[in-house]
T-cell receptor
Framework: GAVVSQHPSWVICKSGTSVKIECRSL??????MFWYRQFPKQSLMLMAT?????????EQGVEKDKFLINHASLTLSTLTVTSAHPEDSSFYIC???????????????FGPGTRLTVL | AQKITQTQPGMFVQEKEAVTLDCTYD???????LFWYKQPSSGEMIFLIY??????QNATEGRYSLNFQKARKSANLVISASQLGDSAMYFC???????????FGKGTMLLVSP
């Protein structure tokens, strides 16, 4: 299989605090991981592409100093929302590619998502 | 121009009937892949079906089939014999060339009634 987990599944924090979300590939090594943001009843918007051992590539309009991404190992990527504000409240989803999956080329396997609420 | 267009914000279908969810795409790359995902209210993204640009036959996976019309740049998802559990948001997405990034459409909310 190709299972991706996220932790926590939901988090509530106060405005001004930082929140870290973990994304793990449980049964494969993920050289590339992706972070998405999804507002209610909207589509997934790619925030950044994360490659193990290198700096993340952020999409246009995404503040790299606010959304810190670290991909320190082949099975773990983290997204830290720094100095969170209510407008950062959203559903954050990660995904990973598994070159050995045998499925469609560059298929992404998605985590279950993390719902962030900033008060 | 939008790369992926899903023109149906919402669709209603009765249980056991078939339903088609529309998706058109825009790319100049001859090599691309089209994905359909289901997102229930829990939020998880469930992969349904994939069609590669060079695939000769339309993809099928159980009750899901993809009506791929390359010249029209459309990749409609057909769900046969709808079930109540099919009620969810459905997203069409595209990968272009050798890149692994996906571009998603805005989605279609499908409601299946008894």
């Amino acid at each position: 299989g190709a299972v991706v987990s996220q932790h926590p599944s939901w988090v509530i924090c106060k405005s001004g605090t930082s929140v870290k979300i973990e994304c793990r590939s449980l049964d494969f090594q993920a050289t590339t991981m992706f972070w998405y943001r999804q507002f209610p009843k909207q589509s997934l918007m790619l925030m950044a592409t994360s490659n193990e051992g290198s700096k993340a590539t952020y999409e246009q309009g995404v503040e790299k100093d606010k959304f810190l991404i670290n991909h320190a190992s082949l099975t773990l990527s983290t997204l830290t929302v720094t100095s969170a504000h209510p407008e950062d409240s959203s559903f954050y989803i990660c995904s990973a590619t598994n070159p050995s999956s045998g499925g469609p080329p560059n298929e992404q396997f998605f985590g279950p998502g993390t719902r962030l609420t900033v008060l | 121009a939008q790369k992926i267009t899903q023109t149906q914000p919402g669709m209603f279908v009765q249980e056991k009937e078939a339903v088609t969810l529309d998706c058109t795409y825009d790319t100049s790359d001859p090599s691309y892949g089209l994905f359909w995902y289901k997102q229930p209210s829990s939020g998880e993204m469930i992969f349904l079906i994939y069609q590669g640009s060079y695939d000769q036959q339309n993809a099928t996976e159980g009750r899901y089939s993809l009506n791929f019309q390359k010249a029209r740049k459309s990749a409609n998802l057909v769900i046969s014999a709808s079930q109540l559990g099919d009620s969810a948001m459905y997203f069409c997405a595209m990968r272009e060339g050798g890149y692994s990034t996906l571009t998603f459409g805005k989605g279609t909310m499908l409601l299946v009634s008894p």
